[in-house]
Every structure is written in C-alpha cells, then in structure tokens.
C-alpha cells in the first residue's frame, strides 16, 4: 500500500470514511479514474457511470477538448477578480448570451449551483424591492439557507429551521395554487423546469408558460432553476426552451465546466444592470473555469450532442418502458426529457441501486442516482451511446428479474 506525505494509506484500505465529514451516504466503492462514460475503482472494476458526478461530467471523463483547455489556462492565468476584465470571462459570458432566451443580457459568474440560487434570490428582491419568494413543493435548489429556504422537501429543510422568512410553497404544476400566491409582495417565483430530487417530474408547458405570465402581471421575477436541467441535458440547451420561456433569471451550474466548479445567472433585461457592491464571488468568473466552460459550450455545437441528447433520450426511455411493461409489480412509470430520466418503482429504490452498481448476473455495473425514496435516476455523460445505454437497460432488467425472484 502506498503512503502519502500526509502519512494517509492510499488503495483499498485508506480511511476516508474516518476523516470525512459524514455527510455523505457512502456507497462502498473508491472511485479513481475515469475515461469516456467509465469509471474504475481501486481494485480495477470499471463501471458504466450514468450518475456522471450528479449530471455534472457531461462530456464524461478525460475529454480531449475539455483536458487542453484546462491545461492551457493553467498556464496562462488561473484567477482574476472581478474587479479586472479578463478575456476568456469576456468570451464565456457573451457565449452565454448567445445561447439564451431572448432577453438575456448579462451574466453573474459564480462557483456552484446553490450559490446561482442564493444571487438570483438576491437580486429580485433588490430589484422588486419586495420580500416574497414562491416556490414549489418538492423542490430542490441548494443546500446553503438561502436556496435551502426555497428548497420544497422537508428532509432538507426542517433541521436547519427557522430559514429565510417570506417564502410560500405551492404544490407543483398546479396553475391555480399559484396564481393565489403570486401578489403584490412577491419578489419572484423559482421554479425548476423538471423537478431533480424531487422526482424527475416534469412540469406542464402551460404550467411553466402560466407561471412567467404571472410573474409579468404582478411584478415579480421568474427564476428558472437550471442547475440540473441546463446545458443540454434535455435535449434543448435550457429546458424552458421546451415550453418557450423568457425567464427573468435563469440559475446553472452542474455541467457548465464540465466537471470544474461554476455557477452562473443569467440575467434579462428586468432585472438589468445591478448596484456595485450588491454581490460578489472572490472565485467565480476564475479563467480556468471560463476555459473549461468554453471548451464545453463549443464541444456540445461541434459534436451536436444537444440533439443527440434529444434522440437518445427518447430511444433510452422507450426501452426503459418496456422494461416497466414486464415487471409491473415492481416498476411504475418512466419520467423525464432528454437524458434525465427517472423510473418510478412501487418500493424502495435502494436495493436497485445496490444491484444495479454490483452488475447482477453478470450484468454491466451501473452506477445510478436516487431521486427521492421511489425514483431511480439516470443522468448520464451526453456523449453516451447507444450501445452503453442499452447495456444500461439490460443491467436494469436483470436486477429487476433478480429483485423479483428474490
């Protein structure tokens, strides 16, 4: 076993569990390397990893384009405040604009997903001058009390107690409970295209139209929440493109490096040019993240995968369905847009997971993702082929047989 210099055991027998926070559920595998849509643990077993770094590693592991653009920045300069223009910030945030909404016209550069959350809060409430935030049950937007005070799911919610005052939750994809909270005193209404955590539930296009509507007559801002559902994993680059939206504020961050930390908003012409000193990131806007975000920006044109995430996407929950039509007992339904998809079982989704990552029966082991108790989640690499998802399937379908006769 070989020793760091911190004296630590690296290999299979290191003591992470000891020294981490514990806030993490383990699931029992040192994860090492990575390449394309696999990964490898310490003893050498390779894994089809659909979990991609909670959607993050959209261009999978070790991506060639991704690797030279960290590379090259590094060398030339890894961070520059705010304060200082830098030219490859310059270039992510106009690429942005580009790809955005009509209405779009600035960029507030961050570091993760939450903190995309906590600014947007920030700046519709400095904007609206108003205290109110609706949001919608069973949803998830981040883990600092900020977003956790919007966030729909009591689990999360209700240790960290009392949070942000003045938020109200509404049951999703109901019009009418929203437009009875939307009033006079409502800064914005945050919402998530497709609820994540709380289901791979999509929300009705008339829902999501209704609720930007709202948001106009009353003056209120609309957060869309696309931290999870952004950067084509839908298979639009935003998933409001689906039901045409022009949000006010639209929060990334997961697969927006392609794997290096950043968050970002979004910001139209509503909301506009915003006071100095209002809000600020001593990290975000780094070089090194906008050159990993541009690399990936460019490799999702160049390789077409938004569209192709569209394609198989509807190919991979075809197949899954199936898979849903002959164990009834055990499957519900099948969910989602594009690749992220959820499959809905009758029980616990845990001993899924668990056969699923062994690789049943021979099977190709699958590292998957919960979305609630319920709900198995599958938020592969874009660069997924066809090939890899049906062994996805067929691992699926065997841990179901497995399941069942046990």
């Known amino acids: 076993m070989r020793q760091r210099g911190n004296g630590y055991a690296v290999g299979p027998g290191h003591r992470a569990a000891e020294l981490a926070s514990g806030v993490y559920p383990q699931r029992g595998i040192t994860l090492v390397r990575g390449e394309d849509v696999w990964v490898w643990d310490d003893t050498g077993r390779a894994y089809l990893d659909c979990l991609a770094g909670h959607g993050v590693a959209i261009l999978g592991h070790g ?5 030279a653009a960290i590379a090259e920045q590094a060398e030339r300069l890894i961070t520059c405040p705010g ?43 400095l904007r609206t001058g108003r205290p109110g935030i609706v949001a919608a049950r069973g949803s998830f937007h981040g883990r600092t009390l900020g977003a956790l005070s919007v966030t729909g799911r009591r689990v999360y919610r209700e240790p960290f107690e009392p949070l942000l005052p003045g938020v109200t939750f509404v049951p999703y994809n109901d019009s009418a409970a929203l437009e009875a909270a939307v009033d006079e005193g409502t800064a914005a209404v945050i919402l998530e295209p497709i609820q ?9 296009d008339a829902y ?72 600020g990131s001593t990290f975000g806007g780094n070089p090194l993240a906008c050159a990993a975000a541009l690399a990936t920006l460019e490799t999702l044109e160049q390789e077409d995968l938004v569209a192709r995430a569209d394609r198989l996407g509807r190919w991979f929950q075809g197949a899954l369905r199936q898979v849903v039509a002959d164990y009834p007992a ?63 399937v067929e691992a699926l379908r065997r841990a179901c047989a497995r399941m069942t006769a046990d």
Request: aromatic share 4%; charged share 25%.
């Open 83 to 125: 304060t200082f223009a830098n030219d490859v910030r310059t270039r992510l945030m106009a690429a942005l604009i580009r790809r955005a909404p009509p209405g779009i016209e600035r960029v507030f550069l961050c570091n993760s997903g939450a903190e995309a959350v906590e600014a947007a809060l920030k700046f519709a409430r």
């Open 208 to 279: 999501l139209r209704r609720a930007e509507a709202l948001c106009r007559e009353r003056g209120a801002l609309f957060i869309l929440d696309e931290v999870q559902t952004g950067m084509g994993r839908t298979g639009r680059f935003l998933a409001g493109e689906h039901a045409g939206l022009r949000p006010d504020l639209v929060c990334l961050a997961k697969g927006l490096a392609g794997g290096v930390p950043m968050g970002a908003v979004l910001i139209g012409e509503r909301v506009g040019r915003l006071p100095p000193l209002s809000h």
């Open 330 to 392: 055990l499957l519900r339904e099948v969910r989602g847009r594009g690749l992220m998809v959820g499959v809905v079982l009758r029980r616990r989704v845990t001993p899924l997971l668990r056969a699923l990552q062994e690789g049943v029966d021979g099977a190709t082991p699958v590292l998957a993702l919960p979305a609630g108790k319920t709900v198995l989640r599958f938020l592969p690499p874009l660069i997924v082929g066809q090939g890899e998802l049906a062994q996805v």
């Open 63 to 67: 991506h060639p384009a991704l690797v």
């Open 196 to 204: 994540g955590e709380g289901g791979v539930r999509p929300g009705d």
